[in-house]
């Protein structure tokens, strides 16, 4: 069971390129989040997802997009990247959105120029 | 929103004791605990979820004080393995169920 995977690793990419980062989950959880942590801040939420079908906006929702077309995948897509969204991000899941422990994935460092 | 941790960092000696407080300005539903070592992923630590709940996890245990809105996080005896970075996440009343709202976190190194 691999639990939480992400891709890429690590990117830089130019400022106004598309990018999309993906994470996979084989928990069958039904709730799935995607953060950035960045240094002195902490780990913020972007966008969250109840069940497949749906999704919501967290903290820091302006210039990300995600989409959720079934159970174990979560991308996350910048559509015209900033040097602002430098950082690392983290998907999580859990098992649903009652107060349920979050288990994090192995994070994906991006770098805008 | 955002909870205040602290200390911010904390320097220990192993056998040593630590406590890590985590504070709100709002009502919290549940207090969820975590630690994140260098260059990984955060690891679930613990949940509570009402007030003077108090749990333990081998010598780490944590309180919740609904009324004061805040929880702690007693670290007995570290170990060398305890070094890292400690991050409350607080569910708010009132706010989207199941969101979590996390402090900058604690940084804790133990030395030998």
Known sequence: IAGITQAPTSQILAAGRRMTLRCTQDMRH???????????????????????????????????????????????????????????YFCASSNNRNTDTQYFGPGTRLTVL | ?????????????????????????????????????HGEAPVFLMILLKGGEQKGHEKISASFNEKKQQSSLYLTASQLSYSGTYFCGTEIYGGSQGNLIFGKGTKLSVKP
């Open chain 2, 1 to 37: 929103q955002q909870p205040v941790q602290s200390p911010q960092a904390v320097i220990l000696r192993e056998g040593e004791d630590a406590v890590i407080n985590c504070s709100s300005s709002k009502a919290l539903y549940s207090v969820h605990w975590y630690r994140q070592k």
């Open chain 1, 30 to 88: 039904n709730a799935m989040y995607w953060y950035r942590q960045d240094l002195g801040l902490g780990l913020r939420l972007i966008h969250y997802s109840n069940t497949a079908g749906t999704t919501g906006k967290g903290e820091v929702p302006d210039g990300y997009s995600v989409s959720r077309a079934n159970t174990d995948d979560f991308p996350l897509t910048l559509a015209s990247a900033v040097p602002s969204q430098t950082s690392v």
